[in-house]
C-alpha cells in the first residue's frame, strides 16, 4: 500500500510540476486524502522533484550541453547561465530566511485552495495583458534575455514558496508580465527548474536526513520513477501546447478546482488534514 501511495504521489509530481497549477499544492492536497502527509512524507514530495528533473534534463539535453560546451569561449552561453543563475539566487535567500516558517504556517490545504484561486485570477489577468502587447515588443527567445529579466523572473519565483501559486505558473506568468513571450517564459522556466529543485532535494535531504532510513528506499525509488515518468511526458506535451494556446483553461482550472477545495471542507465533504476544515 505504501509503494501504491508512492506510485500517485509521484504521478501527481510528475504531471503538476511544470504546469501552471501548483505541484506543491496538488501534493498536499493528495497527501491529506492518502494519509501520506507526516514529516517523512514532506521530505518524499521534495525529494522525488528529481524525477522530474531528470526528465527535464533529457528534454532539453541538446542546449544544456551545447551551452556547457562553449561556456568557456562563447559569450552568449556565458550570458544564458549568467542569466539562469542571478534567477535563482533570490529562491536560495529567501528559502535559507524563511522556508522553515513557510512549512509551519502555510502548508495546508486552505492555504493552497486560496493560493490556486487568487493565481488564476493573476494568470487571467497576464494572459489579457499578453494579448494587448505587440509580439515585437516582447523578448521572443531566451538567449536575447538580460540580466534584469532573470533578475525580475527570480524575484517572481519566490512568491512560489506559498504552497498552491505554483513555481512554474510564478516563473512563467511572471515572465510573461515582465515583457517575455509565452514561450520564452515557459523555456526558461524549465531551465530555471533544474537549480532550483536540485538545490531543494538536495538542502531537504540532508536537513531531514535524521527521518530518512534504508527502508524506505523502495518507497522513494517508485515515487521518483513515476515524477520523471509522468513530468517527461507532460513536459513534450506543455512544449507543444504553448506554442498554439494560451493558459487561460488553467487559469478556470485553478480558479474551480481552489473553491472546491474550500466548499468541500466547509460542508464537510472532505475531511482534508490540517488546516483544510
Request: net charge positive; proline share 3%.
Amino acid at each position: 500500500m505504501l509503494l501504491l501511495k508512492a506510485a500517485v504521489m509521484g504521478v501527481v509530481e510528475g504531471l503538476t510540476e511544470f504546469l501552471p497549477v501548483s505541484s506543491t499544492g496538488h501534493l498536499i492536497l493528495a497527501g491529506s486524502l492518502l494519509g501520506f502527509d507526516d514529516a517523512r512524507a514532506h521530505v518524499f514530495d521534495i525529494a522525488i522533484q528529481t524525477g522530474a528533473i531528470v526528465a527535464v534534463i533529457l528534454v532539453y539535453w541538446q542546449k544544456l550541453r551545447d551551452t556547457v560546451v562553449a561556456l568557456p569561449h562563447e559569450r552568449q552561453a556565458q550570458r544564458f547561465a549568467l542569466n539562469v543563475v542571478i534567477a535563482f539566487v533570490p529562491a536560495v535567500v529567501l528559502g535559507l530566511l524563511a522556508g522553515k516558517a513557510i512549512k509551519a504556517h502555510l502548508f495546508t490545504p486552505t492555504v493552497v485552495a486560496v493560493a490556486l484561486i487568487v493565481g488564476g485570477f493573476v494568470i487571467l489577468w497576464a494572459e489579457r495583458r499578453q494579448a494587448l502587447r505587440p509580439a515585437k515588443q516582447q523578448v521572443q527567445d531566451v538567449d536575447d534575455m538580460t540580466w534584469k529579466d532573470a533578475l525580475k523572473v527570480g524575484l517572481v519565483q519566490c512568491v512560489a514558496m506559498i504552497p498552491g501559486t505554483s513555481r512554474s505558473g510564478a516563473t512563467i506568468i511572471g515572465g510573461m508580465l515582465m515583457g517575455l513571450s509565452r514561450q520564452t517564459a515557459t523555456h526558461f522556466s524549465f531551465y530555471l527548474a533544474i537549480p532550483t529543485l536540485i538545490g531543494a532535494g538536495v538542502y531537504s535531504l540532508y536537513k531531514e536526513r535524521e527521518l530518512l532510513a534504508w527502508a524506505d528506499a523502495p518507497m522513494f525509488a517508485v515515487g521518483t520513477l513515476f515524477a520523471f515518468m509522468s513530468a517527461w511526458l507532460c513536459i513534450r506535451w506543455l512544449l507543444r501546447f504553448v506554442a498554439t494556446h494560451s493558459f487561460v483553461w488553467f487559469a478556470w482550472y485553478r480558479i474551480v478546482f481552489g473553491a472546491l477545495i474550500l466548499l468541500s471542507a466547509e460542508w464537510g465533504w472532505v475531511q482534508w488534514g490540517s488546516g483544510g476544515a
